[in-house]
């Protein structure tokens, strides 16, 4: 993605704004479960516009880059109730409710077209890989932050 000027940190959009632009792209085959949306908010740290990265601080961890406040943001979205969790296997699943929509596309409008289209395609992304592919892309283009991992690379 170009580079951008900085804008003001009220013109960032929030975690939770990307958190939820991500998860209303989450249109693979997969569910969009805790380790999916991590790696999705990881990729937009690394890999979208310079002024999102500040709003994630990702370290080595266990299975790969690691925020807790993805995990902070994740739980912020269910308490209000924008997203929902299933539990149709070990870990959750998350979707969007009918109020995540509706915020969802305001979170559209405010990013803009490109940007908002830029943040589903990394959830369409994350969730059209299985869980071994998809920690074999993410170590491989970034080893720096699988130093910590439990899963062979």
Do not use: N
């Not at 792209?25 to 310079?50: H, N, T, W």
């Amino acid at each position: 993605m170009a580079s951008v000027s900085s804008p003001a940190d009220t013109d960032i959009p929030t975690r939770e704004d990307l958190v939820l632009a991500v998860a209303a792209g989450a249109d693979g085959p997969y569910e969009l479960d805790p380790i999916r949306l991590m790696k999705a908010c990881f990729l937009v740290s690394q890999r979208g516009r310079p002024a999102w990265r500040t709003r994630f601080h990702f370290e080595p961890y266990s299975y790969g880059p690691f925020d807790r406040g993805v995990y902070a943001a994740r739980d912020v979205l269910l308490a209000r109730g924008l997203l929902a969790a299933d539990q149709p296997g070990r870990y959750p699943s998350y979707s969007l409710t009918e109020e995540g929509e509706q915020e969802a596309d305001r979170v559209r409008s405010e990013l803009g077209d490109k940007d908002a289209a830029w943040l589903a395609r990394a959830g369409s992304y994350v969730t059209s890989k299985s869980f071994s592919q998809l920690l074999d892309e993410v170590y491989t283009a970034f080893p720096d932050f699988a130093t910590r991992s439990v899963v062979a690379h």
